[in-house]
């Protein structure tokens, strides 16, 4: 007994004379024919010569999604082979039997009468290549094996043949063919000729230009491709890339290019090309003194960019923000470049440490857990957080642990309090640590009044820990409370300084008195 044997073909990019002749024959040997759909040049040719099809055009109307139409294509010629018959029983069967209307819920070609399906082979036509921006296929490659179906696969004219004529690519530069469906800012390479296929209408357009507009100026040209290769139906259409959703007539036949660019402009918008430059900072043609640093050496600039970073994000400082986390970004790149030099990871290393990290602790976005609100969130993180450790054996011998010594003392103190907390060493209500502040407010003054050096800074300290042990009940951070007073108190002291200057006087020639009022004027304003 035989296979049963699905046969698929390709129609070609859409000029008739471009027909490969031995797809030509086996459109007209096919008993059973079923293109994907009937909107293609081709179709006309089929139409002429009295050849009968199957079209699956109903089912874009019956699915919603375009994934949901491949997967119904499939499936009906994976069930329409199970039912052919084995070619050592074809001439024994039915030669009257058609499919049922149950299986195949499509639209009946134009032709001539249909002959017999006497032979056990379906024949599956699809525009362009069946290699090429064909999801079918691909469903069929992976499930005729399983299903006891035997697959072929027989090439046409690709759309991207006529392409590259038309559009005047020479592939060997480099080009990508992107769908438009699932166009990602991350596929974009703008060194390299991009193509992006299945611009169905306007809508799928309009994400098209969403997804070039991370890469690119919103008026960068950009080419519309439609029918390209069919005499008499190719056009091509040059806009910017903000018109490219505008007033266009999008069809099964119509594609995007994006033409190949050396513009460092676009280049220097993509994170392979600042790698690169940080590693000709480091290389013996770069900088001498980005030669010689060492993680030690810049291990200030770190810190020093960071409290940078935070300074505009403070101001709301837009700019700011834009500026600084770039040199938070050079930080990581420099010391990330440094062990790669010596082989023990690269920046890649680092993001793909960091991804599978916050995977791993985010269950409940890329697992099967739930999350109902910002505090179960938090509780699967820690969770996850501990798995982590133990599965690296990292287990900490303290619940102190794990709190960076090189902490500010404040946020230290902070960070100190709360792990605590988590194992039930605190106060349930905010009165004791009021009244542990007081207490420790007084034990200041005494140890004031003794004139011990050492005593008071110890019963400042105490002090501090205690407020900050009521910040964290009342849930303010003390770092950014204190953050914020500093602010306020600058802001009114250089107000005291604009009134000096006003009346032509200096701090020699005023008094505290004047000063303070002056400050109270200040919070007025405020």
Request: contains cysteine; glycine residues 6%; charged residues 30%.
């Amino acid at each position: 007994m035989s296979q049963a044997i699905i046969e698929i073909i390709g129609l070609g990019a859409g000029d008739p004379d471009a027909l490969t002749l031995g797809v030509w024959k086996k459109l007209q040997s096919a008993n059973r024919l079923f293109v994907r759909t009937e909107r293609h040049p081709v179709m006309s040719l089929l139409n002429e010569n009295g050849i009968t099809y199957t079209t699956f055009d109903s089912l874009y109307e019956q699915y919603e999604s375009f994934p949901e139409v491949y997967e119904g294509i499939a499936g009906i010629l994976l069930e329409e082979a199970r039912k052919s018959k084995p070619a050592d029983e074809a001439n024994t069967s039915n030669p009257t039997s058609e499919p049922t209307d149950e299986t195949i819920s499509a639209t009946a070609g134009t032709g001539s009468a249909a002959s017999p399906p006497v032979v056990p082979s379906i024949v599956y036509a699809v525009p362009g290549h069946p290699m090429v921006a064909e999801r079918t296929v691909q469903l069929l490659r992976e499930r005729c094996a399983e299903a006891g179906i035997e697959l072929r696969i027989t090439g046409g004219e690709s759309f991207l043949d006529a392409a590259f004529i038309s559009l005047g690519i020479d592939p060997i530069e480099g080009f990508a063919l992107l769908d438009a469906a699932e166009l990602q800012p991350s596929l974009l390479q703008p060194q390299l000729h991009t193509l992006i296929g299945q611009v169905y209408d306007e809508f799928t357009a309009s994400d098209v230009k969403l997804a070039l507009m991370e890469r690119y100026p919103d008026d960068h040209e950009v080419i519309i491709g439609h029918a390209l290769g069919v005499r008499g139906e190719e056009r091509m259409i040059r806009v910017p890339l903000y018109e490219l959703d505008r007033d266009q007539e999008y069809g099964n036949l119509s594609l995007v290019y994006v033409p190949r660019s050396d513009d460092p402009s676009l280049r220097n918008r993509t994170f392979e090309r600042l790698h690169e430059i940080v590693a000709i900072l480091r290389s013996p043609e770069g900088c001498p003194w980005d030669r010689e640093q060492t993680h030690q050496s810049i291990r200030k600039n770190f810190i020093e960019e960071l409290y940078e970073a935070l300074e505009a994000i403070d101001n709301d400082d837009p700019d700011g923000m834009q500026e600084e986390f770039g040199d938070i970004i050079l930080q990581v790149m420099l010391h990330s470049q440094m062990e790669e030099e010596t082989g023990m990871f690269s920046v890649y290393d680092v993001i793909q440490t960091l991804n599978e990290k916050l995977i791993f602790r985010h269950p409940h976005v890329f697992g099967d857990q739930s999350a109902g609100d910002a505090g179960e969130a938090l509780v699967n993180w820690e969770a996850m957080k501990a798995e982590e450790k133990k599965r690296k054996g990292t287990e900490r011998k303290s619940q102190l642990d794990g709190i960076p010594p090189d902490l500010p003392a404040l946020m230290k103190a902070y960070k100190i309090q709360k792990k605590a907390a988590k194992v039930g060493f605190d106060w349930d209500e905010l009165e004791p640590m009021l009244a542990k502040i007081e207490e420790e407010l007084k034990e200041l003054r005494e140890a004031i009044a003794t004139g011990d050096r050492e005593e008071q800074a110890a019963e400042l300290g105490d002090l501090l820990f205690a407020v900050v042990n009521a910040s964290r009940f009342i849930e303010a951070d003390p770092e950014e409370a204190l953050s914020r007073t500093n602010r306020k108190f600058r802001s009114r002291f250089e107000y005291i300084e604009e009134q000096l200057r006003i009346n032509g006087k200096t701090f020699d020639q005023t008094d505290l008195l004047e000063m303070d009022r002056w400050w109270e004027e200040a919070k007025r304003q405020k």
